[in-house]
């Protein structure tokens, strides 16, 4: 193999392992810091692989592999609840942004064609910055998260007519490089006839012949040939959307939402995952090596100014529009700040502005390839920013909601409904025990009556709502929240004002029940300690061991572990103290273990 092609990988990879684990310590992610890398690579490194562009159009196949992944995590169902989003939003953000950045380039003095070919170009987002932000913050299911993805993918579909309008725009006579169309010859009549065929031959193969073929791959039972399909099946149906002029990564969203509800899903997405999270690093690293700052030294100003009314501009629009279709506040400022950024796409397009069709001089199509670029490396910095200075003042301005009014008391009731307070909820309910419920998760709430069953939206921590959910009258108090400072607040508020109410909790750890004890509560269980030992008692069953046996030292293990924890409390206060102790509980149970043993 050629050794510079060796070395420019080794580099690639180096660069990439140093600078993106310093990115994340600082909170900036792993997309910042692949931009990072290429930066520092660029002087170095293109005299090896060459520019940045050859790099960029491999790597750009980890943004399909992204979409075909981000296809499979979605049912058709899903797609049409966000059928608002993606048409009305994503449609308009679309043509508002196109044509406001033609109003700005206009202004500055290029012809309409070129402003309206440009504006097109940075109307775009970037799918792989926005998405993989998105999935780093556990956000990519909420709110922001799918109101993101819906204008995402309709930027993707725009990209279709936004390829047929730009020739249309550019200087009569002006000849373009072949295309890899193969219908581009064909009447305009026929091509969307073409190109409606393909898609509808992607899906009908997708859902009725894909299971066959994966079902004899997996026969062979080698897993590189499974890996094979994966990568051939996203690399095919790449390839045919290129052959009628579609958007690539759109065909392979497509594909992926086909095979969504596949039984093979899990087992591609894993396959597929690692080429995926490589390819994304390398286009990243490719953004960064493109970014020319010879044109930043010539006009600094200039290309501030650029950058920031890009981001401005694209960013009052998304907020107005997120505001008219429901994602107001802090999540519109939020959704307006991540997709304010040009899109890895604006390259592809700007590259047949200028470089092919001659609509803009070689010039200005460095430096809105700059701008793009630039604007690109800004979004992770100002989305830091923004989670850590603007939002929590933002939310604190936000009118919050007002808790429920409590019209009826039992005798239980149960503060928290998480995994752990339904299970207490269905057993004492099943027995028919009535029980009052308090979550101050609105969200859990909405759940919990969906299904049938009634609970309160409020904060069991303030005293006013203990009263008028009927601490006063009732027998038993059940702190099951999730939050452990939470429920010892609870446990002491409710001691101090309702001394005839039977205080029951949830521990997290012996930390948290030693608190709980201290706060006087009447009963408390770690949360993890019955299925923690009942997984003990399984594996030791498979290991041999005689099942009656295992029960009886089981129960011997938890008798002696709530004593020795009630013992603990009192040097909890002393950790050399307590540390001892420790030992001495350890050792003490390994001889109670013995004698049964021996006994039996």
Known sequence: MDFNVLLGVFVFLVAGCFVVPIAQRLKLGSVLGYLIAGIIIAPFISGIVGDSERVMHFAEFGVIMMMFLIGMELEPAILWRLRKSILGLGGLQVVLTSLGLMAVGMALGFTWQASLAVGMALAMSSTALVMQMLREKNLTHSLVGETSF????????????????????????????????????WPAWLQPVAVVAVIAAVIAAGKYGSRYIFQVIARANL?????????????????????????????????????????????????????KGLLLGLFFISVGMGMD???????????IAAVLGLMVVKGIILFVLAERFGVGGAQGLGLAIGLSQGGEFAFVLLNLIGGQLHIIDPQTQRFVTLVVALSIGMTPILVALYSKFIL?????????????????????????????????????????????????????????????????????????LLRSAGADEARMLVVAVDDADSALEIVKLAKAHFPKLKVFARARNRRHAYELDRAGVDYYHRETLDSSLALAREAMVTLGRDRAEVERKARLFLEHDIVTLKKSFDFFDSEPDLINFAK?????????????????
Not at 226 to 243: D, R
Not at 247 to 268: D, H, K
Not at 584 to 600: C, N, Y
């Open 392 to 464: 929590p003042r933002f939310l604190s301005q936000l009118p919050e909601r007002e808790y429920d009014t409590i019209d009826e008391h039992h005798p239980v009731i149960i503060a928290g409904f998480g995994r752990f307070g339904q299970i207490v909820g269905r057993f004492m309910i099943g027995q028919g025990i009535a029980v009052t419920v308090l979550e101050k998760n609105p969200d859990q709430i909405e759940l919990l009556r969906k299904f049938g069953s009634k609970g309160y939206f409020g904060d069991a921590t303030r005293l006013d």
């Open 584 to 600: 001495l509980s350890r050792e003490e149970l390994e001889g109670i273990l013995r004698e049964d043993k021996q006994d039996g």
């Open 293 to 303: 700052f010879t044109i930043l030294a010539q006009n600094p100003f200039g290309m």
């Open 150 to 185: 819906a204008v995402l993918l309709f930027q993707d579909m725009a990209v279709i007519p936004i390829l047929i309008i730009i020739p249309l725009l550019a200087a009569a006579g002006v000849h373009t490089e072949a295309s890899h169309s193969l219908i581009a010859s």
């Open 223 to 275: 897993r590189e040939v499974f890996t094979a399909a994966s990568l051939g099946l996203v690399i095919g149906v790449t390839l045919l959307m290129e052959l009628v002029g579609v958007s690539p990564t759109l065909g392979a969203f497509l594909a992926g939402v086909v095979l969504a509800n596949s039984e093979y899903r899990r087992t591609i997405e894993t396959d597929i995952e690692p080429f």
